[in-house]
């Protein structure tokens, strides 16, 4: 089974992934390794030892592993100087809604002035033809609204978390606007600068707090009750290779068409597979065979966004690009790995999942 999907296209690029020690910068860097780039990653520790990166041992088997904190702009145009990346994916964040009520300074210093370090840095850096930003969904100004957000509607966000991603989108706009405009593309620069916003990413490998998945792994292996504080909140879950599969099908098409593809792209779900909190743990709990739900929902919690959901449109019209996966699928393909972690090879796993999930 083939895994690349992309014609041979990442075959000895160099790709620099801010976040690569994070969830989805994990499985982004076994993918790009597997399909033959230079993969240099910069991020900071991962979270746990039971990560996705730290089980895989990516970090031993790409061209670079720095530890760098993307808020030291001077750092970054440093490792780009030494690495000179040809592509960019930008993924390190703070990503959490419920923690960045905690550090709403530090979530807006990582959010905004790193992506505006990373932008800098790729300013500075000849080699650099393609910037892939990843924001989030929550970037849109929710008003929980029935039908998705499209890629055009204004930016916003209620906590401090999806504010600093709507502000993270502006300061994109206006960079690509300011130094990367396509009018000025081979005259002022040789940059195509895009943004990308995903859904509810799910998938192995994921341990942070405050994520459904996490949560319920944690009360599974505890032989704990699993605890849902939001059981009627509606997402546009999608496992992790969904939205990968969309950010370097984008960077390909901004490769060869540098003016046609820089701007704002959403990655989600069909419509059929945006569900509620509730029932993605009941399909986790089905999965394992075993588990117990309890509505741990209070009136007086911090303010999450109870239905939010992608059109996403434009990139099946635009870029030719779907999700694969429907929930069932979806769902059994998390649960895999979380199931065989401890007693496989994570990255075989890893790879294992990618050639599933490109050969549905």
Same mark, same amino acid.
């Given at each position: 089974?083939?895994?690349?999907?992309?014609?041979?296209? $990442?075959?000895?690029?160099?790709?620099? @992934?801010?976040?690569?020690?994070? *969830?989805?910068?994990?499985?982004?860097?076994?993918?790009?390794?597997?399909? &033959?780039?230079?993969?240099?990653? @910069?991020?900071?520790?991962?979270?746990?030892?039971?990560?996705?990166?730290?089980?895989?041992?990516?970090?031993?088997?790409?061209?670079?592993?720095?530890?760098?904190?993307?808020?030291?702009?001077?750092? #970054?145009?440093?490792? *780009?100087?030494?690495?000179?990346?040809?592509?960019?994916?930008?993924?390190?964040?703070?990503?959490?809604?419920?923690?960045?009520?905690?550090?709403?300074?530090?979530?807006?210093?990582?959010?905004?002035?790193?992506?505006?370090?990373? #932008?800098?840095?790729?300013?500075?850096?000849?080699?650099?033809?393609?910037?892939?930003?990843?924001?989030?969904? %929550?970037?849109?100004?929710? %008003?929980?609204?029935?039908?998705?957000?499209?890629?055009?509607?204004?930016?916003?966000?209620?906590?401090? $978390?999806?504010?600093?991603? &709507?502000?993270?989108?502006?300061?994109?706009?206006?960079?690509?606007?300011?130094?990367?405009?396509?009018?000025?593309?081979?005259?002022?620069?040789? @940059?195509?600068?895009?943004?990308?916003?995903?859904?509810?990413?799910?998938?192995?490998?994921?341990?942070?707090?405050?994520?459904?998945?996490?949560?319920?792994?944690?009360?599974?292996?505890?032989?704990?009750?699993?605890?849902?504080?939001?059981?009627?909140?509606?997402?546009?879950?999608?496992?992790?290779?969904?939205?990968?599969?969309?950010?370097?099908?984008?960077?390909?098409?901004?490769?060869?068409?540098?003016?046609?593809?820089?701007?704002?792209?959403? *990655?989600?779900?069909?419509?059929?597979?945006?569900?509620?909190?509730?029932?993605?743990?009941?399909?986790?709990?089905?999965? *394992?065979?075993?588990?117990?739900?309890?509505?741990?929902?209070?009136?007086?919690?911090?303010?999450?966004?109870?239905?939010?959901?992608?059109?996403?449109?434009?990139?099946?019209?635009?870029?030719?690009?779907?999700?694969?996966?429907?929930?069932?699928?979806? #769902?059994?393909?998390?649960?895999?790995?979380? %199931?065989? $972690?401890?007693?496989?090879?994570?990255?075989?796993?890893?790879?294992?999942?990618?050639?599933?999930?490109?050969?549905?």
């Amino acid at each position: 089974m083939n895994i690349d999907i992309f014609d041979n296209f $990442y075959k000895g690029k160099r790709v620099l @992934v801010t976040g690569h020690t994070g *969830f989805k910068g994990s499985w982004l860097s076994i993918w790009l390794h597997e399909l &033959g780039a230079e993969v240099v990653g @910069v991020g900071l520790e991962p979270y746990s030892e039971k990560d996705n990166f730290v089980l895989s041992g990516i970090g031993k088997k790409i061209k670079a592993d720095i530890r760098a904190d993307i808020r030291d702009g001077e750092k #970054m145009k440093e490792i *780009f100087s030494q690495y000179q990346p040809e592509i960019v994916f930008h993924l390190a964040a703070q990503p959490l809604v419920r923690l960045s009520y905690e550090i709403p300074v530090e979530t807006y210093q990582t959010n905004v002035m790193g992506t505006i370090s990373i #932008m800098e840095a790729i300013r500075a850096t000849d080699s650099v033809k393609v910037g892939v930003m990843i924001t989030t969904d %929550k970037c849109y100004d929710n %008003k929980e609204q029935m039908r998705g957000y499209k890629e055009d509607d204004p930016f916003g966000g209620y906590d401090p $978390y999806s504010s600093s991603k &709507g502000a993270c989108e502006i300061a994109i706009q206006s960079w690509r606007r300011s130094f990367f405009n396509p009018e000025d593309y081979g005259r002022k620069h040789h @940059v195509s600068l895009a943004s990308v916003r995903a859904g509810n990413v799910i998938g192995g490998g994921d341990w942070a707090k405050d994520r459904i998945i996490p949560d319920c792994i944690r009360a599974l292996e505890a032989g704990r009750p699993i605890e849902i504080r939001s059981p009627k909140a509606v997402r546009p879950w999608e496992h992790v290779l969904e939205p990968l599969s969309g950010y370097m099908l984008l960077a390909q098409k901004m490769w060869e068409h540098p003016t046609e593809y820089c701007e704002g792209w959403n *990655f989600g779900p069909e419509s059929e597979s945006i569900s509620t909190v509730w029932e993605v743990a009941t399909e986790i709990v089905n999965n *394992f065979g075993k588990g117990e739900l309890v509505d741990t929902s209070d009136p007086n919690a911090l303010h999450e966004a109870n239905l939010l959901m992608l059109d996403i449109t434009k990139a099946k019209t635009r870029l030719g690009w779907k999700p694969t996966l429907d929930m069932k699928q979806t #769902m059994a393909l998390v649960a895999d790995w979380y %199931k065989k $972690y401890q007693t496989t090879d994570v990255y075989n796993l890893a790879v294992e999942e990618i050639n599933q999930f490109v050969n549905v």
